[in-house]
């Protein structure tokens, strides 16, 4: 079965430069998250998405902006990066339904900010 | 604040013994509670859902309960084997569409 598809797999970055990465949802899904993933730490929720709108936003620096695409694949910019965004970012997606869907996970990508 | 919380504390155990985890949530009533497993450098997945009106659920060797008196909810790994080390992460889905998770408990059963 088609799962969550995150791109790149690793991103290596120099502080002050922009970055993008790119997530495609698992087929019918409407909805999608960002989350960031500290060592040690356990995911945080950034953003989400549902049906191309901005539906939740979590502690996401104002450095970063998404969207969601007609295609509802979803995309992540940071610019002015820094050391401290180095993190693993996942993304997931979901049929919103009512509270008892669950989400599925891409398997994120790696940053490094050097 | 609303929050969900586990024990950071790692849970050694030995082989084909039980694991007990626990979720504890403050200044809500979660209608439901989703578990996740995460290994080193993966994304989570998936485990289990349990509604507030439903005692236990399980999934082969999984188990899961929800206490709404002592909100809490305890997820159980019986028989543990080595391939069962890994995070596991209890999360809720807030309206709006927030999934937030509480934390993690790293386990690692020895052989």
């Known amino acids: 079965a088609a799962g969550v598809i995150q791109s790149p797999r690793h991103l290596i970055k120099e502080k002050r430069e922009t970055a993008t990465l790119k997530c495609y949802p698992i087929p019918r899904h409407d909805t999608v998250y960002w989350y960031q993933q500290g060592p040690g730490q356990d995911p945080q929720f950034l953003i989400s998405?549902?049906?191309?709108?901005?539906?939740d936003k979590g502690s996401i620096p104002d450095r970063f902006s998404a969207q969601q695409f007609s295609d509802y694949h979803s995309e992540l910019n940071m610019s002015s990066l820094e050391l401290g965004d180095s993190a693993l970012y996942f993304c997931?997606?979901?049929?919103?339904?009512?509270?008892?869907?669950?989400?599925?996970f891409g398997q994120g990508t790696r940053l490094t900010v050097v | 604040s609303q929050k969900i919380e586990q024990n950071s504390e790692a849970l050694n155990i030995q082989e084909g013994k039980t694991a007990t985890l626990t979720c504890n949530y403050t200044?809500?009533?979660?209608?439901?509670l989703q578990w996740y497993r995460q290994d080193p450098g993966r994304g989570p997945v998936f485990l289990l859902l349990i509604r507030e009106n439903e005692k236990e659920k399980r999934k082969e060797r999984l188990k899961v309960t929800f206490d709404t008196t002592l909100k809490q909810s305890l997820f159980h790994i019986t028989a543990s084997q080595p391939a069962d080390s890994a995070t596991y992460l209890c999360a809720r889905k807030a309206a709006g569409n927030k999934l937030t998770f509480g934390g993690g408990t790293r386990v690692l059963v020895k052989p």
């Open positions: 200044n809500y009533s979660p209608a439901y």
């Open positions: 998405f549902y049906e191309k709108m901005q539906s």
């Open positions: 997931a997606s979901s049929l919103r339904g009512s509270l008892n869907t669950e989400a599925f």
